[in-house]
């Protein structure tokens, strides 16, 4: 692949995830998911994938992916109550793996997710320190964190067509994307 037509293809990937996590946000805050907290997690698959329980043995199973929807970018939010692990001993930038990197605050909620093409700011650390996302430390203090995570938490999942991102469906559940059968939507083909 040349470097022109990789450029090409991650600026559109660029593009298209922008436009649906300004969907996503839009759509959203007319749920009443929306009026239930004040910091949501967006979460971009730009590939939906159905799992599937591949049996092993008799006493053991295990979740792989199944059916491949190359046409579908599942994008999922929800309430999001940890706070991420800030190394103060090392520079932020390289901390875009562990911490989100991009957020949006809108009438005194933010909006954050992960993107491996924008490094992690001064900025985005001090909107997560303005609503108590933050704990800080140093290495050794990471074996100390404890992430939770709430089953019966109700997320807002959105199915887009990659060929135009206008056509979507949102589906309300506590089972996560790819766990559970995706809404019928029908994509015409690019």
Same mark, same amino acid.
């Given at each position: 692949m040349?470097? /022109? !037509?990789a $450029?090409? /293809?991650k600026k559109l990937q660029i593009e298209s995830h922008d436009q649906v996590?300004?969907?996503v946000i839009q759509d959203f805050s007319r749920t009443i998911l $929306? @009026?239930?907290d004040s910091v949501f997690l967006i979460s971009i698959d730009d590939?939906?994938?159905r799992m599937t329980l591949k049996k092993i043995n008799e006493y053991k199973a295990e979740w792989v992916r199944g059916n491949i929807y190359p046409e579908i970018i599942a994008v999922s939010i929800s309430a999001y109550q940890n706070k991420f692990f800030l190394d103060t001993t090392i520079d932020v930038? !390289?901390?875009t793996r562990f911490i989100p990197s991009r957020c949006i605050?809108?009438? #005194? @909620? /933010?909006?954050i997710w992960y993107d491996k093409y924008y490094t992690l700011t001064n900025n985005a650390i001090k909107i997560l320190d303005k609503y108590h996302r933050l704990r800080? #430390? #140093?290495?050794n203090d990471a074996e100390d964190y404890h992430f939770i995570i709430d089953d019966s938490l109700q997320a807002a999942d959105y199915y887009f067509c990659r060929s135009n991102l206008y056509v979507y469906k949102r589906a309300i559940t506590n089972k996560a994307i790819g766990y559970y059968e995706p809404p019928n939507i029908t994509c015409e083909p690019k």
């Amino acid at each position: 692949m040349s470097n /022109i !037509v990789a $450029y090409n /293809i991650k600026k559109l990937q660029i593009e298209s995830h922008d436009q649906v996590t300004q969907t996503v946000i839009q759509d959203f805050s007319r749920t009443i998911l $929306y @009026k239930k907290d004040s910091v949501f997690l967006i979460s971009i698959d730009d590939t939906l994938h159905r799992m599937t329980l591949k049996k092993i043995n008799e006493y053991k199973a295990e979740w792989v992916r199944g059916n491949i929807y190359p046409e579908i970018i599942a994008v999922s939010i929800s309430a999001y109550q940890n706070k991420f692990f800030l190394d103060t001993t090392i520079d932020v930038s !390289v901390q875009t793996r562990f911490i989100p990197s991009r957020c949006i605050e809108r009438n #005194g @909620k /933010i909006f954050i997710w992960y993107d491996k093409y924008y490094t992690l700011t001064n900025n985005a650390i001090k909107i997560l320190d303005k609503y108590h996302r933050l704990r800080r #430390g #140093g290495p050794n203090d990471a074996e100390d964190y404890h992430f939770i995570i709430d089953d019966s938490l109700q997320a807002a999942d959105y199915y887009f067509c990659r060929s135009n991102l206008y056509v979507y469906k949102r589906a309300i559940t506590n089972k996560a994307i790819g766990y559970y059968e995706p809404p019928n939507i029908t994509c015409e083909p690019k």
